[in-house]
């Protein structure tokens, strides 16, 4: 095969035609074939010896390509003019172009507009020829003044190593690539004054000088500063407290950070890298605490997964897939059977807390093995304590959160052997737990029977003022997790730019309209401060009462501050439309009581009911 | 042309065994007797231009004066320059010039009468060496005779099919030429592409050459070819083998091969078993074939000189250099017995005066004391023992880096640039100075000890020096002993020498009219030698513009030239994938050694003279004893040419650099010693190679993208090596 391609090579002689383009291209007209044949047949030959006394150049140039200068002194030799002003450094591409049944290779030369070139600034000079000395290896006996390298260690060659003289090669790709140099944030002597408190405070024995801490990182503008110091602080003292057990540290270092991230000044996207890996380790650690079976570990594990599942909200992204990566992280360990209880307690707790869905499609499904695990602790004879109550909290954990969601997912009559052949070892509990969670919900429908909605502004005072007068606030309270019905997380209560040291003034517009009577509305302007006349917008009766409405106008024109209205509609049930405020939570759609509808403005004094009650 | 040269330079050798170079060191009007066959020709030349001019009278008026100058040495030049040329017409005869004329212009009538006419042939030389082409055989029976041939050669007997396929080559080659001479296109290339693929994949690069050659008049300007034919391919078959080729030929009445054999052919025939296929390919790959045997008998002064008498002035200014130190006593001992090994004749040095050297200077005297001391604290290498390597990269040479030398101290690097530039730079901290200019040199007080301190201008100190001279690309560069010249060969075809005192160019050797590719100056300073494309290399001294000696017989260009470490002989390097060995004194080719399958591209002689170690294209190292002529060794592991080798200071180690980024070191002890302990059966010149380069490397070291053009042991054995950083 290489023969063959060898001989092809060899005697291959330019096309007659390329003769005639070029006679054409000097003026000559009529070109006898005859003589093509023979002028090619001798270019051809020409253009051989003299590619072979280029290479001869090529090699005494020490080089592996061939330049166009390598050309032009084989033609020198023979006493041919060189072809002057063709030079190039680079690899001068040669296009391919077929058509028509020719073959063609041609050199693509772009029209240049001088104009540009004059224009354009004069590039930089090229860097001069310049000396540098590499050691690639040395023996130890050697007066040589060298460091000593292995032999048989690679040479570390011309990349590495400073240039003896001048600038290099490497050094001028280093300053295309321009690094931005590293600046140090110092502290000023306050704010390291501050930090020191504040870290001590929080770590502290006394409990109020620690509310108070923590109440000034949540709501302290000028932290950014000290985020990074504060963000290893809490990363550092996890991992040296995990190790030593120290449960109430643990406990304090995880509310530190959801101080950190209840101020809405400070972004920690650029820290998760830290405190992620933090939390996770106070959800499913296999010991956190000295005595496992007196502590109340639990308590950390369900207080760091929330602030896994606030995170993952927040921070989760399609780049940085934060949720599924950490969702991938638990089920991985939860599915593994050698697990232990407690770090498989804290998989469960971290999934649960990231919502429904994930219950329904992670948990649910498991729940039969599960509670054959459970059981088999239970009823087993030979069980250490530890072992009995850590399964003991999985499957309180377990019913806690799976009931509401079946609840929800099942049809109404609830059997109980249905429910045993479903779920196995766990369904008669689930069964009762499921039964309480319908009723309970039924229950708080008819009591309450009126839509509650619950704003929590992460940091500033809320003054709400509303007609009723039925307003409190609770600006003083540390704030706690955003319990906002689901229908409205859509509309951040967060301030759309963290660093905005003040919050808008927000307006919230609750229009609740009765079946064909006349709609009362309602216009709660809260704001932390008046800055200008607050726009408030009174929607006008809705010409088809069916109609839903929702909708987010923004203030106009207020300074500084933009201004947010909200304005909720709420519509009564017997209307067919599938309004957003079905997503309120079943207890409001199905009640058939909420025809007028009033609005209550309240903070939340029983988190747990408001955040599961809605769902 | 070459053959004319060859001959010519033998002529000379008879006629003056003692240059009167021998009698003074200082002239060496060498240059006369080794001009006298170009006078003859340029002679030849000019009655041929005039008589095509009708200038008739001019012609007799020279004639007269030439033919009554020249006629006493006429007719022995004519002889050999015929006879090398194949057209011996009777040349012995012709007494004048006139008669010497039309030998040489109507020698082609002549000769080769069969042949078709050649009209307006103004190269006599070509026409007579091409119309040994013209025999008429029948065209399309050429490849029924190769054919032929070669069924008998795949027949006969294991052991003498190896030797016979030797021939395949030769033979191809001259049918080939002889069809396309006959005008037999068509056959020609149908023959070519029918038998190509058979042949040794070395010759690769030749037969792309041939492939080109398809008309006739394409045979006149092609050297390569015209070296072919005027040098006979070089066989060695055993009588046996031969004997059975004859009588096959003979039998099948095959003259057609038969007359190829008897007229371009060299069989050299010896008795005893026939070569194994290995024996023959080690030694096979160049363009002539391989060297006759004869070729290499000649004996060669290997052994290196006596160290000049500078032991009672050394001993002095050692002891005062050493009493400067504060530890005289230390180094005493040592240095007698230095002294008293170089006091031994070595039985195979030349002659002290063999070839005139310069005289000792006072700087250069100091300077041997500062390499004993220098030596006394080298370092013994060995297999346990390797060499740092120190490794310096150009950076931002834009892949024009085409030559580099360090001083023998290591003091100073040179590097020649694609871009005609020569750049010094002083690799110690040390500065490059110049001398201060005439005017500011009067008014220094010379009486004062400084005096060599003051003349240099200290605002001119810099770290490089830049010197512009040539206008093409400098192939080579070198420095001179003594560190005050430095010389660069160029594509322009100078040779130029610069002084390092005031950085200027001093003199510009103009001989070679093409490009010079290398030149190095003799260890003991004055001489250089140069090649380059023309194929000869010339022995210049400093002092003279005009080469002492010209070396002619290379069949292609003469890629690298190197000193013998006694100064009297040079080794010359060549595409024709030969290296020659070169007597100075009378300008002989002593050895001829082959075995290369690729342009040899670097060359190092052991510190002890009796070895060299050759690299080329191929990648391959091949190491030679002097001595016999021999190959001995085989370094295999560089894949690409490698373009620097050199010996450590004892010859413990040889290391080499190679275009494929890597420095390799070989230990040259074992490679020789593995040989010596062989019997060594010299008289038939069999080579046997063992195969123990993988044992013989000791260390392979890569640079990243930096090939390695130089490489250079300093006095105490660290490895310096250099190249261009290639960035893509």
Known sequence: ?????????????????????????????????????????????????????????????????????????????????????????????????SGGGRELHFYEEKEVDLSDIISTPLPRVPLDVSLKATKEQQKAESTEPLKAVKPGQEEDGSIQGKGQSGTSAEV???????????????????????????????????????????????????????????????????????????????????????????????????????????????IVSKQLCLRPDVDNHWALRDFAARLMAQSCKTFSTTTNNIQ????????????????????????????????????????????????????????????????????????????????????KIRPAPDVVDQYRTDYGYLGPMLCSHVVKARTQAALQAQTVNRTTLTITQPRPSLSV??????????????????????????????????????????????????????????VITLSSSQSSSPVTSTVTSVSTPLQPLVKLESGGGAGSRPMQKYIVVSLPSSSSSSSSLEHKGGATATSPIAIETTVKSERSESPATHTHSPH | MAAVQDGGSELEGEKEPKPELMNDGSTAPAAAPSSRPEDQQTLLAVLQFLKRNKLIES?????????????????????????????????????????????????????????????????????????????????????????GLKKFIESVLDCHRAELSQLFYPLFVHMYLELVYNNHESEAKSFFEKFNGDQECYYQDDLRVLSGLTKKEHMKGNETLLDFRTSRFVLRISRDSYQLLKRHLQERQNNQIWNIIQEHLYIDIFDGMPRSKSQIDSMSGSLAGEAKREDNKTKVYYGLLKEPEIEVPLDDEDEEAENEE??????????????????????????????PLPELKDSDKLDKIMYMKEATKRIRLGPESLPSICFYTFLNAYQGLTAVDFTDDSSLLAGGFADSTVRVWSVTPKKLRKVKSAADLGMIDKESDDVLERIMDEKTASECKILYGHSGPVYGVSFSPDRNYLLSSSEDGTIRLWSLQ??????????????????????????????????VARLWATDHYQPLRMFAGHLADITCTRFHPNSNYVATGSADRTIRLWDVLNGHCVRVLTGHKGPIHSLAFSPNGKYLASGSTDGRVLLWDIGHGLMIGELKGHTDTIYALRFSRDGEILASGSMDNTVRLWDAIRAFDDVETDDFTAATGHVHLPDNSQELLLGTYLSKSTPVIHLHFTRRNLLLSAGAYNSQ
């Not at chain 1, 592996?64 to 020198?76: A, E, H, Q, V």
């Not at chain 1, 307690?345 to 509670?371: H, N, Q």
């Not at chain 1, 459970?374 to 009995?388: F, H, P, Q, Y």
């Open chain 1, 1 to 97: 095969m290489a023969e063959e391609r060898r001989q092809k090579q060899c005697s291959v002689v330019l096309p007659s035609e390329s003769m005639k383009a070029m006679a054409e291209s000097m003026g000559v007209g009529q070109l006898q074939e005859d003589s093509c044949v023979a002028l090619s047949e001798e270019v051809s030959y020409r253009i051989k010896e003299i590619a072979q006394d280029a290479l001869k150049f090529m090699h005494h140039g020490k080089r592996r390509k061939l330049t166009t200068s390598d050309i032009d002194y084989p033609l020198k030799l023979k006493n041919v003019e060189p072809l002057y002003g063709f030079q190039s450094q680079d690899f001068i591409p040669f296009r391919f172009a």
């Open chain 1, 172 to 282: 001028k790709g280093k300053e295309k690539l321009r690094m931005k140099p590293r600046s140090t944030h110092e502290l000023s002597v306050e704010q390291q004054l501050y930090y020191k408190e504040i870290t001590e405070a929080c770590v502290g024995s006394c409990e109020a000088k620690r509310a108070e801490a923590l109440q000034s990182i949540a709501t302290d503008p000028g932290l950014y500063q000290m985020l990074p110091r504060f963000s290893t602080f809490i990363s550092e003292g996890v991992r040296v407290n995990v190790v030593q057990n120290n449960l109430a540290l643990l406990i304090y270092l995880m509310r530190m950070m959801k101080a950190l991230m209840d101020n809405p000044t400070l972004y920690l996207e650029k820290y998760l890298h830290e405190l992620l890996p933090a939390v996770v380790t106070c």
């Open chain 1, 324 to 407: 599924s990566r950490i969702t991938k992280t638990f089920t991985k360990s939860w599915l593994d059977d050698r697990t232990q209880w407690t770090t498989r307690y804290g998989c469960i707790a971290g999934l649960s807390e990231l919502g429904p869905d994930v219950i329904k499609t992670l948990i649910i499904p498991r729940l039969t093995v599960e509670g054959v695990r459970i059981k088999a602790v239970m009823e087993g004879l030979v069980v250490s304590n530890i072992d009995k109550i850590g399964a003991d909290h999985v499957q309180s954990l377990l019913l806690k959160h799976c009931a509401s969601v079946i609840a």
């Open chain 1, 465 to 522: 003022s509303q007609s009723g007068g039925v307003g409190s606030s609770g600006g003083s309270r540390t704030p706690s997790i955003i319990k906002v019905p689901s229908s409205l997380t859509l509309m951040s209560t967060r301030p759309a730019t963290p660093t905005q040291p003040s919050p808008p003034a927000t307006k919230y517009i609750v229009m609740a309209t009765s079946a064909g009577a006349a709609s009362t509305q309602q």
């Open chain 2, 59 to 147: 012609v007799d008026a020279l004639r007269r004066e030439a033919g009554l100058a020249d006629e006493p040495e006429e007719a022995p030049g004519s002889e050999a320059a015929g006879g090398a040329g194949g057209a011996a017409a009777g040349s012995g005869e012709l007494g004048d010039a006139g008669a010497l004329l039309s030998r040489v212009s109507g020698g082609s009538q002549s000769a080769a009468a069969p042949a078709p006419a050649k009209g307006g042939d103004d190269q006599p030389d070509v026409s007579v060496v091409l119309s040994a082409y013209s025999q008429q055989g029948d065209p399309s029976l050429y490849q029924v005779y190769y054919s």
């Open chain 2, 326 to 355: 504060g530890k005289p006593k230390k180094k005493k001992p040592k240095k007698d017995s230095m002294g008293s090994k170089s006091k031994k004749q070595d039985p195979n040095a030349p002659q002290q005066n063999r070839i």
């Open chain 2, 502 to 535: 005031t950085f200027t160019c001093l003199v510009a050797y103009k001989g070679h009219n093409y490009p010079v590719w290398d030149t190095q100056f003799s260890p003991y300073g004055y001489y250089f030698v140069s090649g380059g494309h023309d194929r």
